[in-house]
T-cell receptor, first 113, second 114 residues
Framework: DADVTQTPRNRITKTGKRIMLECSQT?????MYWYRQDPGLGLRLIYY???????NKGEISDGYSVSRQAQAKFSLSLESAIPNQTALYFC????????????FGSGTRLTVV | GDSVTQMEGPVTLSEEAFLTINCTYT??????LFWYVQYPGEGLQLLLK???ADDKGSNKGFEATYRKETTSFHLEKGSVQVSDSAVYFC?????????????WGLGTSLAVNP
């Protein structure tokens, strides 16, 4: 099994619908992140969480919300999806104690029509 | 604030050519530096890292040296293969204050032709 699992892998949804993207990890890391990737814009941070009780907005949090249900689970919600939220979404984790990098999931490709 | 600038792509090379992807940074203190690779249809993977000046990170034939005097961390490979075709991201993690998130470059797409 993958260290960081994202579901679904692909999703097409209609404008105005609520959608949740889920992320779970087996790394035992405290910190989790949600990014979106758009061509030419690189990775942009949506929300991040340093532990279960800590949630922080990133660069582009408007239109998104998150829930950290447990150390291993961090979900991203689009309350009312709009077409410019069409993107590739990545969940990542990192460990507090190391000068290490992040472990990424395989991504969710979301299309809002 | 902290930032990372990497060369724009796409970069197109023939197999066995020499690769350089430039990355420069702006940061307070002494950041750690990273290169990530994203293969088609996959998430990002850590390729190599360096945590202090003059450190050289290396992996899979790729190398990058942390140059504080030029604030650079250029990625190099002596002989690329078709399987190296991917998007490469440079990133830094600051050590000052509460800067514990990665700051990302925009990515450089590499295509290697047989």
């Amino acid at each position: 099994d993958a260290d960081v699992t994202q579901t679904p892998r692909n999703r097409i949804t209609k404008t105005g619908k609520r959608i949740m993207l889920e992320c779970s990890q087996t790394k035992g890391h405290d910190r989790m992140y949600w990014y979106r990737q758009d061509p030419g814009l690189g990775l942009r941070l949506i929300y991040y969480s340093f532990d279960v009780k800590d949630i922080n907005k990133g660069e582009i949090s408007d239109g998104y919300s998150v829930s950290r249900q447990a150390q291993a689970k961090f979900s991203l919600s689009l309350e009312s999806a709009i077409p410019n939220q069409t993107a590739l979404y990545f969940c990542a984790t990192s460990d507090i104690g190391t000068v290490g990098g992040y472990t990424f999931g395989s991504g969710t490709r979301l299309t809002v029509v | 604030g902290d930032s990372v600038t990497q060369m724009e792509g796409p970069v197109t090379l023939s197999e066995e050519a020499f690769l350089t992807i430039n990355c420069t940074y702006t940061a307070t203190g002494y950041p750690s530096l990273f290169w990530y690779v994203q293969y088609p249809g996959e998430g990002l993977q850590l390729l190599l890292k360096a945590t202090k000046a003059d450190d050289k990170g290396s992996n899979k034939g790729f190398e990058a040296t942390y140059r504080k005097e030029t604030t650079s961390f250029h990625l190099e490979k002596g002989s690329v293969q078709v399987s190296d075709s991917a998007v490469y991201f440079c990133a830094l993690r600051g050590n000052a204050g509460n800067n514990r998130k990665l700051i990302w470059g925009l990515g450089t797409s590499l295509a290697v032709n047989p």
